[in-house]
Nanobody, 125 residues
Framework: VQLQAYGGGLVQAGGSLRLSCAAS????????LGWFRQAPGKEREFVAG????????AYADSVKGRFTISRDNAKNTVYLQMNSLKPEDTAVYYC???????????????????WGQGTLVTVSS
């Protein structure tokens, strides 16, 4: 499956952004989808994930209550709604797909098999 992420940009602290990731190739609904991020000088970290039908989600503690992941299987797209953004959310955000499509939602980078290119999110203070 091929993934294309977009929607990043520059936003002030407290603002919102919505990232999107469009998929093509193999049947979209067979994959768990996730968002990861990588800040300069840091490891790539899990942000959020959603299972094949959207019925189960997982979030990093740092984004719980602020970010929401969702998917539209008819549009082959996964979204990340980011609210109440903080400067520490600044990073390159990557979408990824895992063949482990069930529950619980997988949260480790090694469990994701396909990756899109990143989209940069910059939050100014």
């Amino acid at each position: 499956v091929q993934l294309q992420a977009y929607g990043g940009g520059l936003v002030q602290a407290g603002g919102s952004l919505r990232l999107s990731c469009a998929a093509s190739g193999r049947p979209f609904s067979r994959y768990t989808l996730g968002w990861f991020r990588q800040a300069p000088g840091k490891e790539r970290e899990f942000v959020a994930g959603v299972n094949w039908n959207g019925g189960s989600t997982a979030y990093a503690d740092s984004v719980k209550g602020r970010f929401t992941i969702s998917r539209d299987n008819a549009k082959n797209t996964v979204y990340l709604q980011m609210n109440s953004l903080k400067p520490e959310d600044t990073a390159v955000y990557y979408c990824a797909a895992s063949a482990n499509w069930g529950t619980p939602v997988v949260v480790y980078r090694a469990q994701y098999h396909y990756w899109g290119q990143g989209t940069l999110v910059t939050v100014s203070s």
